[in-house]
C-alpha cells in the first residue's frame, strides 16, 4: 500500500482505531484509499468503524464531516469528546483493550480470507487478533513462521 494507515492499535484520546479511522477519511477524500477498504469505511455494524460508531454513538456522515473538516487531530478529538456519548476513561480504555484482544469467529475469518488470500494462506485467522492480522497484512507486524 503506497499511503500507509496507523495501525488499529495506536490511539488517540484512549480510543484505538481513531488515528486509523482520520487516515482512512482523508485518504478516501483524496481517492487514495485502496479499493477493498472502501466498502468498510464507516460502515456500521462489525468492522471496526461500526465498533467505534457504536462505542461513541456518532453517526457515520457526521463523523466524516468532522474529521474533514478540523485540521488537527487535537480539534478532532476534542469534537468526538464533545459530541460522543460520554465515557470515562477507564472505560474508554476497557473498550479499547477489549478490541486489541478480539479475534475473528470463523465468518469473519472466511471474509478476510477473501480480501487478504496470500496471508490467509500462512496464518489461522481465527488464532490472531484482529489487530494483529491487520499489521501483518500491512507490513508494520512479520508473519509468524508456521
Not at 460502515?43 to 471496526?48: A, E, K, N, V
Not at 468526538?80 to 469467529?105: K, N, Y
Not at 490467509?120 to 513462521?145: C, K, N, S, Y
Amino acid at each position: 500500500m503506497s499511503h500507509k494507515l496507523r495501525s488499529p492499535r495506536e490511539r488517540l484520546g484512549g480510543y484505538v482505531i481513531l488515528p486509523r479511522l482520520i487516515d482512512k477519511l482523508r485518504l478516501h477524500a483524496q481517492g487514495l484509499l485502496p479499493d477493498s477498504y472502501v466498502p468498510f469505511l464507516l460502515r456500521p455494524g462489525l468492522p471496526l468503524d461500526g465498533r467505534f460508531m457504536a462505542f461513541t454513538g456518532l453517526q457515520p456522515e457526521v463523523l466524516r464531516q468532522a474529521v474533514l473538516g478540523r485540521d488537527s487531530e487535537e480539534e478532532i478529538l476534542a469534537w468526538v469528546t464533545q459530541a460522543a456519548v460520554p465515557h470515562g476513561s477507564q472505560e474508554i480504555r476497557g473498550w479499547s483493550e477489549t478490541l486489541e484482544r478480539l479475534q475473528p469467529d470463523r465468518a469473519l475469518a472466511r471474509l478476510l480470507a477473501r480480501l487478504s488470500p496470500e496471508l490467509a494462506m500462512q496464518v489461522e485467522f481465527t488464532r490472531h487478533p484482529l489487530f494483529d492480522l491487520i499489521d501483518m497484512e500491512e507490513g508494520r507486524t512479520p508473519v509468524p513462521a508456521s
